[in-house]
């Protein structure tokens, strides 16, 4: 399984980007995506899943991020909206290997993309 992440760019506060990843090989349908991000100096964190038809959002970007799926695509979608230079990172897909629900738990995700890199400034 390859995971290709795009769409990450430099931003200003207040702007919008929409990242995408795109998903290949033996991938379970029912499996659950997530997007995690990490910046300089700081532990990765989830920042939002989809699942079983349902999403998990982390709290410092609900109302603000929307993730959303085309599964006949196999890519997932991050629409971020409202940046804020906290939500500087490098932004990482990430696909479980079996039927999930929506979760930020990292330890889940066995596939993981190299990342796209989103600067709010």
């Known amino acids: 399984v390859q995971l290709v992440e795009s769409g990450g760019d430099l931003v200003q506060p207040g702007g919008s980007l929409r990242l995408s990843c795109s998903a290949s090989g033996a991938i379970d349908s029912g ?3 997530a997007w995690f991000r990490q910046a300089p100096g700081k532990k990765r964190e989830g920042v939002a899943s989809i699942g079983n038809g349902l999403t998990f959002y982390a709290d410092s970007v609900k109302g603000r991020f929307t993730i959303s799926r085309d ?3 196999n890519t997932v979608y991050l629409q971020m909206n409202s940046l804020k230079p906290g939500d500087t990172a490098m932004y ?3 696909i479980t290997s079996w ?3 929506a979760t930020l738990a990292p330890r889940l995700y066995k596939y993981w ?3 796209t890199q989103v600067t709010v400034s």
Do not use: K, Y
Request: positive net charge.
């Open 71 to 73: 599964n006949s695509e």
């Open 92 to 94: 990482f897909c990430a």
């Open 99 to 101: 039927a999930a629900r």
């Open 31 to 33: 499996s659950a995506m």
């Open 113 to 115: 993309g190299r990342g």
